[in-house]
Structure formats: C-alpha cells, structure tokens
C-alpha cells in the first residue's frame, strides 16, 4: 500500500500519470524522453490520430489532423482523452513541469492551433454527422481548459525575444539558403500595405492563422534588380487579360493574362516563410522569432504565356503540364529536431513526399472519409505535385502573392496586389494586427484568465 502510494506521488509529481481509457500515442516523446510525461500525453492526445488502416498519423505534424468535417475531439474517446488530459494539465498544474521557454512557446502554438479549430465552423461530417448540439457540447469542455493552459504557458515578452532564431540555426547547418533575411542582402521582404500577403495561407480555408508569412523574392542579379523587377511589376499599365484568339482553345477558355507582364528571368527564386505568432503573459499577440516551415520555388525554365499555358496550368493531370518549370522544395519543422537542436528543427521533404491535403480540402476529415476505401488507408498526395497545382503557370504567372491566376475560379479580378518591399518588422506588425481583428483571437480573450 505504502508502496503503490510512493509510485503514485512520483507519477502524478514527474506528470506521468497512467490512467486513460485510450492508450497514449505510442512512444511520442516530444516533449519529454519519456513518453507518458503529461506533456507528451497532452499532445498525443490532440495531434496524433489512427487511421482506419490501424496506423498512426500525425506525429509530430505541424499541423494537427483536424478539418472543417473532423468528429476527433469532439465526441467519443479521443473527446474524453482530451478532456481528462486537459483536466489534469489545468490541476497539476503542467506547466510547472516544464521550465524550457522554447518548449512552452511551440506547447503553447499546438494548443492556439486547436483552440481556434474548435472556435471555426465545423460541418461536412463523415455519416452520421454530429447534430448542433454535440458539436457545441464538445467544443464547450475544451475551450475553457485550452485558454486556460494557452495563459499559463504564456511567456514575458523578454524570453519571447530571447527565443532562437532555428531558421539561421538551419542555415548553418546548410538545411537552408542563407541569407534569406538580410535586409541588404539578395532577398527581399516582399508585401502589400493593405494586409498580410499571404491571404490564402493565413486565411480561413487554412490552418496557419496562428503565424507571420513572409514572402521573399530573389532575381538572379542581386537586391537592386529585384527592386527593379517590383517597380517595373507595379508600373504595369496594360490590361491584365486579353482575348483567346485561337478558336480550338476559346471554348475553354475565352481569355488568359496578359503575356506581357514583366517576366521573371531564369534563376529567379520565391520563398514562403511561416513563422508562430504566441501569446505573451499580458495576453497580446506577438511574432516569434521561431520558423515553422519554408517553401521554396525556383525557376528553372520560364515558357512564354499564351492561352495553351494558361490552360495547362490549369490541368493537373500528371503529365499535360510537367514541372511548370520550377523546383518545388519545402522545408518543415519537427519539433524533436528543434528540442534536440539539429538543424534548427527544419528539414527539406522529399520530392515524392505524400502527405494529407489540409489546406483547401474543402474541410473533409480525410482519415474519417478512408473508412470508405477499400484499403482504409488515407489517400495522401504528393506534396511537390500538389504545388504545381497551384503554382503551375510560367514565372510571373504563378506568383501566386501577385495574383493566384490559378484559383480564381471564374472571378476574374482586374487588379493585381500591388506589392512592393516590406521590411519584415512590419509584415510581423500587420500579421498580428490582423490576428488581434479575428473573431476566435476575441473568443480566447474572453476566456483569457484575469
Ligand atoms: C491550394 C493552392 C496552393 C498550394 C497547394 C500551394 N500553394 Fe504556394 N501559394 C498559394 C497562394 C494562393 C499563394 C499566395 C499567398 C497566399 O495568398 O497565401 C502562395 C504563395 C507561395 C509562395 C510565395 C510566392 C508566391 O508565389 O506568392 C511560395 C514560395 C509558395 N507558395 C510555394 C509553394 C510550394 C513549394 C508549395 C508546395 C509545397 C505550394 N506553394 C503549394 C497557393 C498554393
């Protein structure tokens, strides 16, 4: 008795606690070596999912597996592990177990991400769908508890400036280009006034709401050419569609854009860097300094626009459309390659990488939906391909920031964004004054402990 009394004390004091109907995450030692430490359980139970196929997804994701249509969370056993685990976190209290201010900024990140899931519309559910009131039930007991361990976990604004910078950590280790944010150097911030650049990123089809893009252009010539190129792209006064003359190709498409925008030579390169936004301990949004994830294009071939490209671009079909000419990398963060300090936690995916769509799948759970397979497993897609989908059209063509030709979807806008440099300072600032304007930024506020 005296015994079975020690263990529990040594659990519940080191947060090992072995009580749960759901078996932990198997082996996730994220956040601490060992895998049943509260910390680990709390983001096993929230970010690792198995598949109808009996696998498991979502280990150290940056993202959690969580869509418009996921029932994961808010019913059923994985709802009641969260719950139970939360409930813990809140009494023991878990953030005393871990004093590391970089592990409580990316603890903190995952929880935001989960909490402004919960507050986002859910529906297209996998039959039978949860009814109104199940959802509101589930989302009920999770938010409070989230917003309350998002608040403790929150750090000074002092240790968030004194986070480290992973991305030049990367660089150093070679796992990315250097140089990527001197503001003399090659690259250049690149931005519009009016908002954050990155709308489809950061928006509300995405996950990434939580974070600061940055969008950074590179001519092959140097700083001042890429300068050049803004202001010649700016300076543009021609229409910005013109008629399909070709009588085989207008039924599909009646128009295509203009082939005379200012062009971008070979060599050039685009990057996209996501990085978190936290929540300091007086409850303001504030940009980290940690890098989450970086995709990179480079343009090998720069074909000429006519209304055979335009609408190559727009067939995804392997094959009709090849590479569009460029090299798609992406960069992604682990969370134990950032604890553990190799290569600031960033690493290069491979080319034929598959992953979950999470970003326009028009919010179905695709690990819910693959109990319709066959095979039950989840259809994953190639990451690389799924970049050409988007960014398919020659050069210019599919700088998405400037206009997403691809994504319009029959709207066709007679104005591109007008973007010029933007010191990456201010693309933070607009980054968080536009979180600080979002309706589930008002509803953690209001459920922010006082
Ligand atoms: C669902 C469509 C979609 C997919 C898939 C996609 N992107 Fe994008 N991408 C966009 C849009 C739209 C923008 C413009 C910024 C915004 O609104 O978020 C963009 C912006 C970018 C930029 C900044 C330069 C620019 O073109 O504006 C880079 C670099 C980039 N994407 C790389 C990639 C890479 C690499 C992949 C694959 C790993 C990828 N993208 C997948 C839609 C997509």
């Given at each position: 008795m005296r015994l079975a009394l020690a263990v529990f004390a040594f659990t519940a004091a080191a947060g090992l606690a072995p009580q749960t109907d759901r078996p932990p995450a198997s082996g996730v030692s994220i956040y601490h070596p060992h895998p049943h430490h509260l910390w680990n359980r709390l983001y096993g139970a929230l970010f690792v999912r198995s598949g109808p196929d009996g696998r498991e997804y979502g280990r150290d994701r940056a993202d959690p597996l969580l869509w418009i249509g996921s029932k994961f969370l808010l019913q059923g056993p994985a709802h009641d592990d969260a719950v139970r685990v939360l409930t813990e976190f809140v009494e023991t209290p878990g953030e005393t177990l871990v004093g590391d201010p970089l592990k409580r900024a990316v603890m903190q990140r995952d929880l935001w991400i989960v909490f402004d899931w919960l507050d986002a519309p859910h529906t297209n559910f996998l039959k039978p769908p949860l009814s109104d009131r199940e959802v509101a039930e589930g989302v009920r007991r999770l938010r409070g508890p989230l917003a309350t361990v998002i608040a403790r976990l929150a750090l000074t604004p002092d240790q968030i400036r004194k986070l480290p910078d992973n991305y030049a950590a990367a660089a150093r280790a070679g796992a990315a280009p250097s140089g990527l944010f001197d503001s003399a150097g090659p690259w250049v911030s690149v931005g519009r006034a009016d908002g954050p650049t990155a709308r489809a990123h950061a928006g509300d089809e995405g996950p990434a709401k939580n974070s600061t893009f940055l969008v950074m252009l590179r001519l092959p010539d140097g700083r001042a050419a890429t300068l050049a190129f803004l202001d010649r792209l700016r300076a543009f006064q021609g229409?910005?569609?013109?008629?399909?003359?070709?009588?085989?190709?207008?039924?599909?498409?009646?128009?295509?854009?203009?082939?005379?925008?200012?062009?971008?030579?070979?060599?050039?390169?685009?990057?996209?860097?996501?990085?978190?936004?936290?929540?300091?301990?007086?409850?303001?949004?504030?940009?980290?300094?940690?890098?989450?994830n970086v995709q990179l294009r480079t343009y090998d071939r720069v074909d000429a626009m006519n209304a055979r490209a335009f609408l190559g671009a727009h067939n995804t079909d392997e094959g009709m459309f090849s590479t569009a000419g460029q090299r798609f990398e992406e960069l992604r963060w682990s969370r134990a390659a950032l604890f553990a300090g190799r290569s600031g936690g960033l690493a290069a995916i491979a080319q034929d990488e598959r992953d979950f769509l999470t970003f326009s799948a028009k919010g179905f759970d695709i690990l819910d939906r693959s109990v319709e397979n066959a095979s039950r497993t989840p259809q994953l897609a190639v990451v690389t391909h799924m970049c050409r989908d988007c960014h398919g059209a020659p050069g210019v063509y599919s700088f998405n920031s400037y206009l997403p030709f691809r994504l319009l979807d029959g709207r066709i806008p007679q104005a591109p964004a007008r973007l010029s440099e933007l010191p990456i300072a201010d693309a933070e600032r607009i980054a968080v004054g536009w979180k600080e304007d979002r309706a589930e930024w008002r509803a953690l506020k209001d459920l922010w402990p006082r």
């Open positions: 229409p910005l569609w013109v008629d399909t003359t070709d009588n085989d190709l207008r039924p599909f498409s009646p128009y295509y854009p203009n082939p005379n925008l200012p062009q971008f030579p070979i060599g050039t390169r685009v990057a996209l860097v996501r990085r978190a936004l936290v929540v300091d301990a007086s409850g303001r949004v504030v940009a980290s300094p940690l890098t989450e």
